[in-house]
């Protein structure tokens, strides 16, 4: 059907053209020597949806978005490539994302006749969902060795609150 | 599912009819016409003497084929005809009255029924629009005039469909229903008649304690609303608002018992990329407080004395109370102990809630007890009497002397003053929303052919509602994979989004997404279902 095509294809392209979406600071911004000639850049990492994207840039001087720290949600922007920037804070943080499976319903027919129909299942799967915090003195210890990990380190959890990495 | 009586069904949908139909025209533009609500309502009736002016029959002038198509996935119902006569009255540049009702957005009906019923009883299948200029041909050989007519459902109202528009502010538990029709009634100008099909409560209030709709289009408001429930909108053929249910598994609105008004039923080759996972993505209801870097809350600064024994001011973190703070902790820029002569007092610190919170001085009990001295000893001071030395023959002033003691003690009173100069610090917290997302996948897809398909409604709060939304989407989607076709006896009680059950194969429900026909005079037109199979 040349109308679904169409549809999908209309779909694709509203996508293609979104050139803002929301994301959440996860890291401190640190100054990193960005081009050949060494500038340097206040970057940091970032969090849109379930995707982390190290050294992300922020558009201007925005001393209010320097300042900012790890779980500010902050608006970005996409260049047509796919690279993005920060532009500035948003009211939009993100929350868990429950996934599920479901089998669907179906109506088979039987050897007799007629027609046996299965109910849908929903199966509840996985949860997930990211936070960053500093490392509290008892995990210090733990993640990488004591005195390895520096005081007030960063560190990025799941939903459950679980260790994952040192940012 | 078009409401029809018992009568109306028993000749509509009977062995024997004799179908007929009415191409009406009303002239909406020129004053004193009937408004499109007053022509919906049926207060603008043909035999109306009021309006009668305003009125065209133009069924004798329909050539053949009139065609009426109903696309269905939120597009609007096309109405196309020809009309035909010897005079050339329909010519746009002719400069006859009859011009006039070919005009753009002029209102058109079609309304079908039977010899058999009476034509008061007979049913609206379309409602609409002229749309552009009516084409008009003159044709010397053929000795003919034609006009050729094309009108599209209300649906494709411009201001519907295209013009945004902001809505009042609405509070929390406010039912999506109401919301919907304030939008149908303010920003479509739909009256109550045009909104009876309409729920006015949907079951489900707002969340948050301000809700607006900021450059939506009245439709697309409505619609992403209805996204809410499972169902989308549409005009009837009477013109007035409707809803219908996308829950493909619900039972049959429908049930033909036999298949004697069915022509064919067909399973069409077709391409579809068929989405077999869904994820939807809301707001939580809750909203989520985002530590800001620590920052000063407030600043104050407490005068101390002899006079108060407890010295104690209250700070906030803002003026109007509106910031929100964690962990707030008291630095002493200035102690009032750091005083001339003593220690002064103790300071403490109390957080009365995230807004605010109390300083405290309290003054040593010393200075307490310096008071209470100071009110004994000059009491006592006056009843000492001075001493007289008879061998120096001197009057010794014992009682200046003790006074004069006394004064010193009222001297270090005076000098219990002090003033300490105080901060909080604390973690401010921004509250912002918190999205929440639901992801419905079919079972057993293979990681590489996974299709999502997104939905982003801001009217989700929950994760239950939303898991339901999503299970009911998914459903739908996969129902889309499998096109159903049939043709039946034109049915007028069928409409988009209904689901009807064909007596083959052990039994077929299909869920109907579009229809349309062929009306010619002297026969039942065949109407052309299409829609997907339910599971």
Sequence with gaps: ?167 | MRKMTDTQTSILEGDVRQYRYRLEIWDVLTSGAPTIAQIVNGSAAAASATFSAFYLDATPFVGQPLRLDEPGDKRAAHLTFTLLDISGQFNPDGGTATATFVQNNQVVRLVEGDEALASASWIATFTGHIRGQVGFTTDREGIRFQASVAAYGRRATPRYLKQGFTSQTYGKQVDLGRIAIDVARQQMGLGDDELNRAPIALGRGTQFAANSIVDLTPLEAIDKILEVVGQASDFDGDGRLRYYNRDVTRGADKQYDTLQLIGSVTIPQAEIEAFNSVKLIGLDKQIALVEQPEQALARAMIPVGFWRPTHEIEVLWSEDRSLRARNATLAVLTSVNQSLLFELGTERFTVIDDFSGRISVDITSYVNGLLTMIGVTLAAKALIPDVLNVFAAITIPVGRIIEALLMAEIYLALATVSSGQYEVRGTALLPVYQELSVIVTADGVLDYLLNQKEIRNDWFNELTEMTTVAQLELIFEDAQAKPREFSVHNDLELEIGDIVYLPIGGGLRIWIESFSKEIARGMVPMMRVAGYKCP
């Design chain 1, 1 to 167: 059907m040349p109308r679904d095509l169409l549809r999908i294809l209309l779909a694709e392209r509203a996508q293609a053209t979104i050139p803002e979406m929301d994301g959440e600071i996860i890291s401190r911004f640190t100054l990193v020597p960005f081009d050949t000639g060494g500038t340097l850049m206040p970057v940091a990492e970032v969090r849109i949806g379930g995707d982390i994207v190290s050294g992300v840039p922020v558009a201007a001087n925005n001393q209010e978005l320097l300042e900012a720290i790890p779980g500010t949600p902050v608006r970005l922007r996409r260049s047509q490539t796919g690279r993005i920037e920060i532009v500035g804070l948003s009211k939009r943080a993100f929350g868990n994302t429950y996934s599920f499976t479901l089998v669907l319903p179906r109506s088979l027919p039987t050897t007799s006749g007629g027609l046996i129909t299965t109910s849908s299942i929903l199966i509840s799967g996985a949860v997930s969902g990211f936070s960053s915090r500093t490392v509290t003195l008892g995990e210090l210890a733990t993640v990488s060795g004591f005195g390895f990990t520096p005081l007030e380190a960063l560190a990025l959890y799941n939903q459950s609150n679980t260790f994952l990495r040192l940012l």
